[in-house]
Structures are given as structure tokens and as C-alpha cells.
């Protein structure tokens, strides 16, 4: 049941992804973004990671659709009857070997779960699990990682992502449309 769940969520993400590839009306391909991310955000709740999962609904499903959508209001849509672009065979060949090569190394990737892989048996990983919560007396290991012993590169990557929000406000406020 849960590889069938795996599937189904997989062929969602991938038909999304293509979606917003190829379709010519840009609101339609915005709509295809926001599924597309929304299913990646399943994905990584799936994979035990609710910090990416929520950070992915949030920026990639939330925050970029409406941006996206700012954007197209203060744009015009493309005329013509056509539902799909032209494909570009050179760059998509380009891309599909690109996308096959990375898919090679898919299989040195240790199962979901497994106890004997390196990260499981590391003894960074043991550290972290014995030591974040007498230390930082935070439960879930990864927050305490993010919060207490990486905080400066969390701090440091919310300011980044504070002032690319604060940016696209101003550009909204001060760009002139015609």
C-alpha cells in the first residue's frame, strides 16, 4: 500500500513538474507550480522531514504562487489558441541525459530507514542523538541542530531570506507597469 502511495504521489509530482514546463498559459502553469510543490511538501513528510516539508508549503507552494501571481496581474497573457509550447528538442534531449545521469546515482543511496548506513552509523549522528537534548533540552533533534548548534547559519538564512521578501515588496511598490 505504501509503494502504491509512493507511486501515485511520484507520477503527481512529475506530471505537475511537466505541466508547468510546458504549458503556454502562464496561470495554468502558476496553478501546476503551486501542485507541484504542494506534493513535494508530501514528499518530505513521507521522508520524515516535517522542517523541509513545511518551509517547502510555505515558500514554494505559498509565498511563490503569490508572487507568481502579483506578477501575472501586472502582465498580459500571450494571444493564440495554443494550450502547450513548442518543445525545443535540443536543450530537452540536453535535459533528459542530464536527468538520467543523476538518476544513476540513485542507487548508491542507502534505504529509507536502514540502520547500518553511514549516516545512521556515524558518530556525528550518534553525538547529535545522545547529546541535543541534555544540551539544548530541545526534543526533536533536527530543531535543536537548526536552532542551537547551527543557529548562526539559521539566523544567517532567515536575514537572507528576509531581505529577498523585503526586496520584492519595494520592487512591487516602486516598478511602474504599462
Avoid at 498580459?76 to 538518476?103: H, S
Wanted: aromatic letters at 10%; zero cysteines; charged letters at 15%.
Amino acid at each position: 500500500m505504501q509503494l502504491l502511495l509512493y507511486g501515485v504521489l511520484l507520477t503527481f509530482v512529475v506530471f505537475a513538474a511537466l505541466a508547468v514546463a510546458f504549458l503556454r498559459d502562464i496561470l495554468s502553469a502558476i496553478i501546476a507550480f503551486a501542485g507541484f510543490s504542494f506534493g513535494v511538501a508530501i514528499v518530505y513528510i513521507l521522508l520524515r522531514a516535517p522542517d523541509v516539508a513545511l518551509t517547502e508549503a510555505a515558500v514554494g507552494a505559498g509565498v511563490t504562487t503569490v508572487l507568481f501571481l502579483l506578477a501575472i496581474v501586472r502582465t498580459v497573457r500571450p494571444g493564440g489558441d495554443r494550450l502547450f509550447e513548442r518543445v525545443a528538442w535540443g536543450p530537452a534531449i540536453i535535459a533528459t541525459g542530464l536527468v538520467g545521469v543523476l538518476l544513476t546515482t540513485v542507487r548508491s543511496l542507502p534505504t529509507i530507514g536502514d540502520p547500518n548506513s553511514p549516516v545512521a552509523t556515524s558518530e556525528i549522528t550518534r553525538y547529535y542523538l545522545e547529546n541535543a537534548y541534555p544540551q539544548t533540552e530541545v526534543e526533536n533533534v533536527v530543531t535543536a541542530i537548526l536552532a542551537a548548534y547551527r543557529g548562526f547559519d539559521t539566523l544567517g538564512e532567515a536575514a537572507v531570506v528576509l531581505a529577498a521578501g523585503l526586496a520584492v515588496l519595494v520592487v512591487l511598490r516602486k516598478e511602474v507597469y504599462v
